[in-house]
DNA sequence: GGGTCAGGCTTACGTTGTAAGCCGCACTGG
DNA sequence: CCAGTGCGGCTTACAACGTAAGCCTGACCC
């Protein structure tokens, strides 16, 4: 009931701020960088302040989350209402959606993997209002229920593996692990082929075989076991993310017209 | 009696051990429980020792993934040689990802998102080992070097998506308290469609107001803001994931061979 | 038999999430 | 104007975590 009226009161953190600052600091950093402390200390504040905000970490994660998602509805781009037909809906909040997912690159996995609240609630789409936008869209449409589960599932899914794939590309594991345990490789392994583990004995740690045994600090791998990867590597390498999103996308949406058209 | 002897060392534990009781715990009770000390009481031994077969709990946390990946070596399904065709082989090795990933639900998250070495090794076939077979495979089979990439990329993606689409819908929230500290928000914020946002102040991120507020803890939804997805409820219940992965996989190998069909 | 050392155990430290409670100030109704 | 109320900060405290450092024992080899 007490509602604040008259010149809002002069308030200092709120909900939102926690959870921008908790963005900020996994966009720049890594979810593991944000540490109720950390986000406390970039506000300026003490971490216990934040619980008056935040009901727990786990909850400021979900918020943080959903703030994600969220920029879905101030994407103009996506917000364009629905009247070019369904191809261009799905097609403009497809790419909105990838818009977000490369905005953060780091929250992604967050988004990903945040258990739901339903076995049917899955990302990237995991808010009730874009779920439903997307259905009665689709319903609009004409798509019978049969057509609009298979196309709300395969449109999830086609976002979910793609856009994982692309963000996880581009956030690499911190070559910093060098980190004398693991791989002690002081000597990049010669460009030799032989897996000659020359002393080496040192390692206490005997590890069974880590792919990053098998990759030197260069990138390059071991051209003996796997020529093909080798032969490649160019290729693999290169960024092909732009214009393969579309083409997944166009494919995508050809299986649904197709399912539309025929029985 | 108490210890084994003969040949070398009569050793208790092992790497192998510790990451298999690692794998144990996530498949129980998730990512979260496989503290050092919960695993090494499950072992009866004290967490430090964990530390003379295991580097970091991060690196036994890449050992766990590989462990996991490593169960396509022992599918004997996926293991058969690939005279049968680049289109069998590729099916069987989707189908032993799968198996492995409904084996873990828990820990594919985990096989998903841990950050890999080079961009180019993605999930959810991580080990060089599997990729040099599948390129390796695919080129045997006649492809030049640009339908393998194509085939390499949309493979992972589809299995990617598809597969943390259905293990997440089969590991949901601890369907706990309410809580509701979260949305100590006065203002009842309307989602949706034609969201009527007033101008936002700042860069403001969100609007606080959980999906959880949406759903009781019965998994009803709010009829009334959502009628397309109250609609469907049933049908989005449904479980339907068996055949559907089949049906994208051909979708996929289709396409596939459509692209090795035409220049 | 003495030396080596793999492989356990103990202790200790810094960091984390968060429960509990304190206090000042802005706002309120009388 | 003044006493009261409660929001929103702060302080303190604690259990659990990952892990650095070092100790101790018993199986092995010469």
């Known amino acids: 009931m007490g509602t604040p009226r008259g010149g809002p009161r002069g308030k200092g953190l709120t909900t939102e701020i926690v959870v921008a600052a908790a963005l900020e600091l996994i966009d720049e950093q890594g979810v593991g960088a944000a540490s109720m402390r950390a986000i406390a200390s970039r506000l300026g504040v003490e971490a216990m302040s934040l619980y008056k905000h935040v009901s727990t970490r786990d909850g400021l994660l979900d918020a943080v989350v959903e703030a994600i998602v969220a920029e879905l509805d101030r994407d103009e781009e996506v917000r364009r209402d629905a009247s070019d037909g369904w191809r261009d809906y799905l097609e403009r909040l497809a790419r909105g959606v990838r818009r977000y997912a490369l905005a953060h690159p780091h929250a992604f996995p967050l988004v990903t993997t945040r258990p739901a609240e339903a076995p049917w609630i899955n990302p990237p789409l995991r808010s009730l209002g874009w779920i439903e ?71 206490a740690v005997a590890e069974a075989e880590t792919v990053a045994d098998k990759i030197d600090p260069q990138g390059d791998i071991e051209i003996a076991d796997h020529p093909t990867i080798h032969r490649l590597a160019a290729r693999l390498a290169e960024d092909r993310f732009d214009e393969e999103f579309d083409r997944g996308l166009q494919r995508l949406l050809d299986a649904v017209e197709a399912r539309v058209a025929h029985p």
């Open 133 to 203: 936008s997307m259905l009665a869209t689709l319903a609009s449409a004409g798509f019978d229920d049969e057509q609009i589960l298979f196309t709300y599932r395969s449109f999830n899914s086609f976002l979910l593996g793609y856009l994982l794939m692309e963000t996880g590309a581009r956030t690499l594991r911190d070559p910093q692990d060098g980190d004398g345990s693991l791989g002690t490789s002081d000597e990049p392994i010669p460009g030799g082929l032989t897996p000659t583990r020359t002393e080496a004995e040192q390692d």
